[in-house]
């Protein structure tokens, strides 16, 4: 079992950056595919970012490529999510998610964290 745990949410205004880091525990981390989801009010959660356990494939939705990039380090158990240009499209709670494997759905969640990006 995995526990995640985000940060690095916040205000910004349109344009600007902000970095979200998911911490993992667990001593399998580097065998789990790693994912970012997020919720905005009144909308279902929707997919943002994934990455395979060895880093060797990265997707996004298509609302934010070439915005955002998603990487993760296996030696500190760590996801991150740096988001540029963003847009007031972007305020969500972020959500970092494990699965398994490469094959599996995402089971762990972590409590999420709040973007806010001001127009």
């Known amino acids: 079992q995995v526990q995640l745990v985000e940060s690095g949410g916040g205000l910004v205004q349109a344009g600007g950056s902000l970095k979200l880091s998911c911490a993992a525990s667990g001593r399998t981390f580097s065998s789990y595919r790693m994912g970012w989801l997020r919720q905005a009010p009144g909308k279902e959660r929707e997919f943002v970012a994934g990455i395979t356990s060895s880093s060797g494939r990265i997707y996004y939705a298509d609302s934010v490529k070439g915005r955002f990039a998603i990487s993760r380090d296996n030696a500190k158990n760590m996801v991150y999510l740096q988001m540029n240009s963003l847009k007031p499209d972007d305020t969500a709670i972020y959500y970092c998610?494990?699965?398994?494997?490469?094959?599996?759905?995402?089971?762990?969640w972590g409590q999420g964290t709040q973007v806010t990006v001001s127009s």
């Open positions: 998610a494990a699965a398994r494997n490469d094959y599996s759905a995402y089971e762990y």
